[in-house]
T-cell receptor
Framework: LAKTTQPISMDSYEGQEVNITCSHN???????ITWYQQFPSQGPRFIIQ???TKVTNEVASLFIPADRKSSTLSLPRVSLSDTAVYYC?????????????FGSGTRLSIRP | GAVVSQHPSWVICKSGTSVKIECRSL??????MFWYRQFPKQSLMLMAT?????????EQGVEKDKFLINHASLTLSTLTVTSAHPEDSSFYIC??????????FGPGTRLTVL
């Protein structure tokens, strides 16, 4: 299981774009990169998943360079409600034997 | 997306008693479910993998006789904390693996042992 490294915390302001970078130097060929969001006293919520290049959905974008040793979650125009912990995980989604191991996550605080 | 529920959402019990937490996949069948524990300000820690019709696989350091897991059907896994003590107080979260191996998380259960 590839280990991930993220900043422990980040601060930003409403309306700004926030980019959270995750390092996963030993990512395997079959591994996907998935980001989850967690609010206090709630279960994690899926944000976005990708394998390479760029993925975009209605809430975020995920940028993955060619070597796949890192990835960046981009949150456009954040609001106060985006204050949460964000987890970057890597794993083989195609394997029924895979399990998700959470790293420390990034605690994002958005200020008015 | 798929929905996973947990029951109860919170529970308070006396030290020495046992507590059962249910995890249900509401609109899909899950042959594999996972149980996590999360202490305040910390990340989720995987406790065990629950497989329908077979014994659970526990992570290193997790006592299988303390945390009993039963996955009797394709939509239900239960975690029983036996002889609970205050140090077992935590936030317990389950997840269920979907048809395409994606994982869906439950809302969590807050256990407080007095």
């Amino acid at each position: 299981l590839a280990k991930t490294t993220q900043p422990i915390s980040m601060d930003s302001y409403e309306g700004q774009e926030v980019n959270i970078t995750c390092s996963h130097n030993n990512i395997a060929t079959n591994d996907y990169i998935t980001w989850y969001q967690q609010f206090p006293s709630q279960g994690p919520r899926f944000i976005i998943q990708g394998y390479k290049t760029k993925v975009t959905n209605e809430v975020a974008s995920l940028f993955i360079p060619a070597d796949r040793k890192s990835s960046t979650l981009s949150l456009p125009r954040v609001s106060l409600s985006d204050t949460a912990v964000y987890y970057c995980l890597v794993g083989d989604e195609d394997s029924s034997a895979s399990k998700i191991i959470f790293g420390s996550g990034t605690r994002l605080s958005i200020r008015p | 997306g798929a929905v996973v529920s947990q029951h109860p959402s919170w529970v308070i019990c006396k030290s020495g008693t046992s507590v059962k937490i249910e995890c249900r996949s509401l609109d899909f069948q899950a042959t594999t479910m996972f149980w996590y524990r999360q202490f305040p300000k910390q990340s989720l820690m995987l406790m065990a993998t629950s497989n329908e019709g077979s014994k659970a696989t526990y992570e290193q350091g997790v006592e299988k006789d303390k945390f009993l897991i039963n996955h009797a059907s394709l939509t239900l896994s239960t975690l029983t904390v036996t002889s609970a003590h205050p140090e077992d107080s935590s936030f317990y979260i389950c997840s269920a693996r979907g048809y395409y191996n994606e994982q869906f998380f439950g809302p969590g259960t807050r256990l407080t042992v007095l």
